[in-house]
């Protein structure tokens, strides 16, 4: 499964045009921004007037641009107490999660959760003087029988050397 992941910033036209371009590539396009509400639901829109799939679309944490744009995935941070609720108003929805240990792969198995992203794996200009996760912690979350997604610095050149077992 290939997630492509926003930019954490303000989202343009070309980033329709772009996520529009690969999006036969990728699985899923997770929406990650510090837009409002409103900006984020027209982009959205934006999007979708390109003709990207809704199907393709998870939104992180706002469950009011899902409603308002028909969607049906949403993302939440490590053990976010939303998440419960969602599920218990929302059973159909796809959710889904961010982990960086074990113990949070193992509660979203128990809440029932579709996926977790987990890193971050490589270093990534995202999380600067960050280091990775360890071999054994990477060994360790990919005990747990839930799909789990690496996520962080993997990219052409580290792709070869992401550990087997994730999804």
């Known amino acids: 499964m290939f997630i492509a992941i926003t930019p954490y910033q303000d989202l343009s036209k070309s980033h329709i045009k ?8 990728i699985d899923y396009l997770l929406i990650r921004v510090p837009m409002n509400t409103e900006e984020v639901i027209q982009w959205v829109h934006g999007l979708l007037k ?6 393709k679309i998870i939104v992180h944490s706002d469950i009011n641009v ?15 107490p939303y998440i419960e609720e969602v599920q218990a108003s929302y059973p159909d929805m796809q959710i ?3 982990t960086h240990h074990k113990d ?6 128990y809440l029932g959760l579709d996926f977790v992203l987990f890193g ?7 999380k600067p003087q960050q280091t990775p996760r ?11 029988d ?3 997604i690496a996520i962080g610095g993997i990219n052409q050149h580290t792709l070869s050397s992401l550990p087997n077992g994730f999804s």
């Open 146 to 148: 839930i799909p789990i």
């Open 134 to 144: 360890a071999k054994s912690e990477v060994e360790e979350a990919l005990q747990i």
């Open 104 to 109: 949070a792969i193992a509660n979203a198995k």
């Open 18 to 25: 772009h996520y529009c371009e690969i999006e036969g590539v």
């Open 66 to 80: 899902i409603i308002q744009c028909d969607l049906s995935a949403i993302h939440f941070r490590e053990s976010d």
């Open 96 to 98: 889904s999660m961010s």
């Open 120 to 126: 971050h794996v490589f270093e990534t200009s995202s």
């Open 50 to 55: 390109n003709e990207f799939p809704k199907d």
